[in-house]
């Protein structure tokens, strides 16, 4: 969900590169051609993955943020891949209708949790698989900086007004960084609230675009988010600074920097967090909060899944391997990496944290799977467009002091305008 660089974590340009260290030949010999959203250490652990890959050599590219906008032009050119690991599942049910995509199944033994698999179907076809989770839900902090975590909502929300009185008067670090400069972060608190507030039908309702965003869900949900968001104090420098923070550099303000006591993020802020913590204190984690403290507190839950190209075989066999359990063995012992699996032992986790939140994605009933990553384009976010462009508009003006309720009903308004002109282009 992010790798770190997904989401804009680590812009670059276009980069190839081989997992196996073999160039492409011709023939049956030719390497398989495989396009990732993944760079830095991410790509480096999936080429490790790689290397167990029995068939052909493998070659990699890795896209940059924008992975739509590359495979559309590698399409055009007549050059597409023979698989792309995908961040959204919108993307995949949009090239399985296009016809571009081969109908591809997990091995036997392969369990993803409930509903995630009818998110890559295709009128009954499944033509993806998931190969890597991202819980979504997770607030990241110092045990030194935070030693009783909130366990509600409303004690979250108490917790930043006391620290951000102490902000506002310069006898303390803000309570809460935000990386608000990509939008998919403000996304991923509006889901989370909304998992609270919906039930799951609802939820899905939302993400398919059958339900009316100016409805009471999404105001509930936005005027939850005001009352926090507008809080004095609340961020480093403000909602303008924030604004121009990236993900990445709100995880720093937490663990390195230290102006900052919670930052909220997924499961991947942990790759951010080795990287910059120092004194060597260890960043500690506590669940998204329900509204209430005797209620399961929301699950979402993002990720990535293989799809093969038509007319490549040896992209379908790929993608059926990286379902099978051993297949991303290197990459779970090395840590940061969740599985989709929910028949991979826990046991095979040898990163303790990374094992506690399988645990949580196994033991949980119904989570919630990213709505921005559901919904069609253009209505999906992207930097400056659609639903994450809408939640930073959003997030502007409560964080400027605009009043709660006419900053929701403008949203909503916009929400659902934005809806409506997805619907009239399908």
Partial sequence: MPRLS???????????????????????????????????????????VLRGFPGA????????????????????????????????????????????????????TYRSPTGLT????????GYGVWVKAAHKSLFWHLPSRLPERPDTWDALVGLTR????????????????????????????LENVLADVTTPEE??????????????????????????????????????????????????????QREA??????????????????????PATFRFPAANADDEPPLLVGGDAAVAFTGSDRGVALVQWLTETASFAPWRQAGGYLSPDLSVPLREYADGPTGDLARELHAAASPRFDLSDRLPSPFT?????GIWRIMQDFFADVTAGAPPAGAVNRTTALLAAAAQDTERGR
Wanted: proline share 5%.
């Fill in 6 to 48: 997904r989401r804009g974590l680590l812009r670059s340009v276009v980069a190839v590169t081989s997992a196996s260290g073999a160039t492409a030949c011709s023939g049956q010999d030719r390497a398989v051609r495989v396009a990732v959203v993944w760079s830095a250490d991410e790509l480096a652990q999936f080429r490790a």
């Fill in 57 to 108: 050599p493998v070659r990699v590219t890795s896209t940059g943020e924008d992975i739509d906008a590359f495979l559309n032009a590698r399409r055009l050119a007549g050059t597409s891949p023979d698989v792309a690991i995908l961040p959204r599942p919108g993307l995949v049910t949009e090239y399985a209708r296009r016809g571009w995509l081969a109908p591809v199944l997990p091995t036997a």
């Fill in 118 to 125: 009818e998110l890559l179907t295709y009128r009954g076809v």
């Fill in 162 to 189: 006391r620290l951000g009185a102490l902000a506002v008067r310069g006898a303390g670090p803000a309570p809460l960084a935000v990386g608000a400069a990509d939008g998919w972060v403000l996304t991923d608190w």
């Fill in 203 to 256: 939820y899905d309702l939302l993400a398919r675009g059958e339900a009316d965003w100016r409805e009471r869900p999404v105001q509930a949900a936005l005027l939850r988010l005001a009352d926090l968001w507008g809080t004095p104090g609340a961020f480093p420098g403000g909602g303008r600074r924030a604004l121009l923070t990236q993900f990445q550099e709100s995880v720093i303000q937490v663990v390195h």
């Fill in 261 to 282: 006591v919670m930052v909220f993020g997924a499961d991947f802020a942990r790759g951010v967090a080795r990287a910059f913590g120092r004194d060597g204190e260890e």
């Fill in 381 to 385: 976010g992207t930097d400056g467009v």
